[in-house]
Each structure stands twice: as structure tokens, then as C-alpha cells.
């Protein structure tokens, strides 16, 4: 392992005596899951995204989903109890998981906050997920989001055309 792949990610996993698999890549601006995938030869749907929110009061939560899906926020927010729910500026995003957005893993994050992921990701094989750096995707078991205390959600809904 290189020195740019010590991340507070990969020492977590690596505390957690998980088995992963580094997939580093060229990162893109705005690629995001879908660039990933497609240079990695990954299907987009086991390329997981990592996004931090923030319910009606500011608090932050993690939200996991598969690469090629977007979050219902309107049923995020009634799964979790909340009024609503909202993606975070970049800057808030960052501040709150010490990851530069599009290099935010849900593994070794700065603040403790709560993790919820889409429950189908949990029957997934083998994910692809932020390793906690830009261009820097790891194969690991998705069970392994269950030793973060990562709550199984529904709130996937289809990728709208851009």
C-alpha cells in the first residue's frame, strides 16, 4: 500500500481486519460514480456513493447508494423520522466527514454521524466504495457497513436524465 492510500478509511478497515481490495483510478470532477465504474470496469449499480445530508435542524447523516440510482429525500426523511432531508454544500460536507467531496468514504469519518444505506446494497456480493480519497475506490464485503452501525434504508428512485 502507498503512502496516498493511508486514509483514515483504509486504517479503519484495516483496524476492523476487513479484507479490501485498493481500486485506484484517474478521478474526475463530477465524474462520480458512473466515471468510476466505467474506468474501473465496474457495474454502476455495485459502485457505492458516499453523501452526507443534513436533516431540518443541520444535523449531518450519511446516506450510501449504488452508483446508478438517486435518494428519494422525501423517503429518507420518513424512514428516518424527519421532516426533511437535504444534500450539505461541499463545504459543509467536507467539515463534517474531514473527506473532500468526491473522496468521502463513510470509513474513518471526522465526525460520528449516522449512516443509512440502501438495503439492497446489503445483499450485494462485493461493493466499490470511496476509500477516502479522490481516485480512490476499495473492494470490500458491503456487511462490513454493519460494524459502522449503518441503518438499511429504501430510498432509492431512479437517476433522472441530466
Known amino acids: 500500500m502507498t503512502a496516498q492510500a493511508n486514509t483514515p478509511a483504509i486504517k479503519w478497515l484495516q483496524a476492523q481486519r476487513l479484507a479490501f481490495d485498493l481500486r485506484p483510478y484517474a478521478y474526475v470532477a463530477r465524474g462520480g460514480a458512473a466515471h468510476s465504474a466505467h474506468v474501473l470496469g465496474l457495474d ?25 440510482l438517486e ?30 467531496v468526491g473522496g468521502t468514504s463513510p470509513f474513518g469519518l471526522r465526525k460520528d454521524m449516522p449512516v443509512y444505506v440502501e438495503a439492497s446494497v446489503l445483499a450485494l456480493p462485493m461493493m466499490a466504495i470511496n476509500a477516502g480519497k479522490r481516485g480512490l475506490l476499495v473492494l470490500v464485503d458491503p456487511t462490513c457497513l454493519l460494524r459502522l452501525g449503518a441503518v438499511a434504508v429504501q430510498c432509492a428512485k431512479p437517476k433522472t436524465p441530466s
Open 44 to 68: 454502476p449499480y455495485a459502485v457505492v456513493k458516499t453523501l452526507v445530508m443534513q436533516d431540518e435542524l443541520g444535523q449531518p447523516v450519511v446516506v450510501l447508494m449504488h452508483g446508478n
Open 71 to 100: 435518494v428519494s429525500t422525501k423517503a429518507l426523511a420518513k424512514a428516518i423520522g424527519c421532516k426533511t432531508v437535504t444534500p450539505c454544500l461541499p463545504e459543509v460536507a467536507n467539515k463534517h466527514s474531514g473527506y473532500l
